[in-house]
């Protein structure tokens, strides 16, 4: 049960990042204001799902809420590696001896 939650957690969180993801890549600079909406629906979206999770984790107890919590801050990291954040900073990443 344990492991549950820390992988919905991680399933949650890898969600909310290619949900995040995929909101960004429908952002056109020649319509500013679809971009607000598609902004706005996609952090609803977002938040109604993490909300959703961290209740239910919560409703079994304090330790299923840190695991669910857990799980998607390391998802956060890993979508956050995996979609290029390493392309994006490579002189911060290298090391310099």
Do not use: E, K
Request: aromatic content about 12%; some cysteine.
């Amino acid at each position: 049960m344990v492991a549950l939650w820390l992988l919905a957690g991680g399933a949650v969180g890898a969600l909310n990042g290619l949900i995040l993801w995929w909101t960004v890549g429908c952002l056109r600079p020649d319509v500013p204001g679809s971009a607000v909406a598609w902004v706005l629906a996609g952090a609803m979206l977002r938040w109604t799902i993490v909300a959703a999770l961290l209740i239910g984790a919560l409703q079994h107890g304090i330790v299923p809420g840190l695991l669910a919590f857990a799980g998607l801050w390391l998802a956060r990291w890993g979508m956050v590696y995996w979609l290029g954040f390493g392309r994006a900073l490579p002189g911060v990443l290298r090391f310099r001896g």
